[in-house]
């Protein structure tokens, strides 16, 4: 699967923000598509999660603020409400595939996409 995210840049704290990744295939059929950021000197984090049942999933610090969807084609969009300026990321977009002949989870990224949030 290959992603592509785009969508990032500067932003004043308290406005909003929408980033879109693009799939190689259908998001829907993704078992698991998602949102992780990271901060400068931070661990990557999960910002958000849907299912390809449509079960969603976000970090407690971006709840109430971002919203995860998905189009029926090939695209997931994070949007981003009252951004904050810990919010400050770059922001990864991966699918997460259940292989059953490994029983594993495999992971794919997309190169990220920087978010600047001013104060």
């Known amino acids: 699967v290959q992603l592509q995210a785009s969508g990032g840049g500067l932003v004043q704290a308290g406005k909003s923000l929408r980033l879109s990744c693009v799939a190689s295939?259908?998001?829907?059929?993704?078992?698991?598509a998602g949102w992780y950021r990271q901060a400068p000197g931070k661990q990557r984090e999960l910002v958000a999660e849907i299912t390809s049942g449509g079960n969603i999933k976000y970090a407690d610090s971006v709840k109430g603020r971002f919203t995860i969807s998905r189009d029926n084609e090939n695209t997931m969009y994070l949007q981003m409400n009252s951004v904050q300026t810990e919010d400050t990321a770059v922001y990864y977009c991966?699918?997460?595939?259940?292989?059953?002949?490994?029983?594993?989870?495999?992971?794919?990224w997309g190169k990220g996409t920087l978010v600047t949030v001013s104060s």
């Open positions: 991966n699918a997460k595939i259940w292989v059953r002949g490994v029983a594993s989870w495999v992971d794919y």
């Open positions: 295939r259908s998001i829907s059929s993704i078992d698991r």
